[in-house]
């Protein structure tokens, strides 16, 4: 079975641009979670979408937004990049919105010059 | 608020040797206790958890974690390291589903191995 795919795996960007980043979770998992990892740091939570619905948000600026797919995949966008952006985007699907054991992809580095 | 402390940046240990990575919790209820294992450059492999019950648990890989409220401490524990075992240790404890049923992770313990 394929685990949770995020793609693309590597990307670069201008400061002031947008970027998308997408994730497809585990087949049947129906909760999907986006992290973000700084070079040194544990990862920190910035969406759980559940059944299309946000269900939860960390402690991110208005610029981060995303959304879930009806087949359950899900798209995290970030507008007018700046360079303290740059990081580790991790994806992580669960099968249920209660469910905390997370299964998580190998992440996007976004590189922001 | 819940947060996850990891006190040791850095441990170096012997191929062959004992490990104990620490990780101290605060958190108001029983928490949900997880440790991840990362590769460099890679995501995040779930080595172990704890939700309820016996407070020592078993993983992959060989790791165990003992669970103990009276020191809010979920410490990762493996009785002979391998080489392979070289990669970032991350501690998260889980929020309820009620409150979002985000993730919340220390900073990490990078694990280097000599041979």
């Known amino acids: 079975d394929a685990g949770v795919t995020q793609s693309p795996t590597h990307l670069i960007k201008t400061r002031g641009q947008h970027v998308t980043l997408r994730c497809s979770p585990i087949?049947?998992?129906?909760?999907v979670s986006w992290y973000q990892q700084v070079l040194g740091q544990g990862p920190q939570f910035i969406f759980q979408y559940y059944e299309k619905e946000e269900r939860g948000r960390g402690n991110f600026p208005d610029r981060f937004s995303a959304r879930q797919f009806p087949n359950y995949s899900s798209e995290l966008n970030v507008n007018a990049l700046l360079l303290g952006d740059s990081a580790l985007y991790l994806c992580?699907?669960?099968?249920?919105?209660?469910?905390?054991?997370?299964?998580f992809g190998q992440g996007t580095r976004l590189t922001v010059v | 608020a819940q947060s996850v402390t990891q006190p040791d940046i850095h441990i170096t240990v012997s191929e062959g040797a004992s490990l104990e990575l620490r990780c101290n919790y605060s958190y108001g209820a029983t928490p949900y206790l997880f440790w991840y294992v990362q590769s460099p450059g890679q995501g995040l492999q779930l080595l172990l958890k704890?939700?309820?019950?016996?407070?020592l648990v078993q993983g992959i890989k060989g790791f165990e974690a003992e669970f103990k409220r009276s020191q809010s401490s979920f410490n990762l524990r493996k009785p002979s390291v391998h080489w392979s075992d070289a990669a970032e240790y991350f501690c998260a404890v889980a929020e309820p589903y009620n409150q979002g049923g985000k993730l919340i992770f220390g900073q990490g313990t990078e694990l280097s191995v000599k041979p």
């Open positions: 992580a699907s669960s099968p249920r919105g209660e469910d905390t054991e997370a299964f």
């Open positions: 704890y939700f309820s019950g016996d407070t």
């Open positions: 087949s049947g998992h129906k909760s």
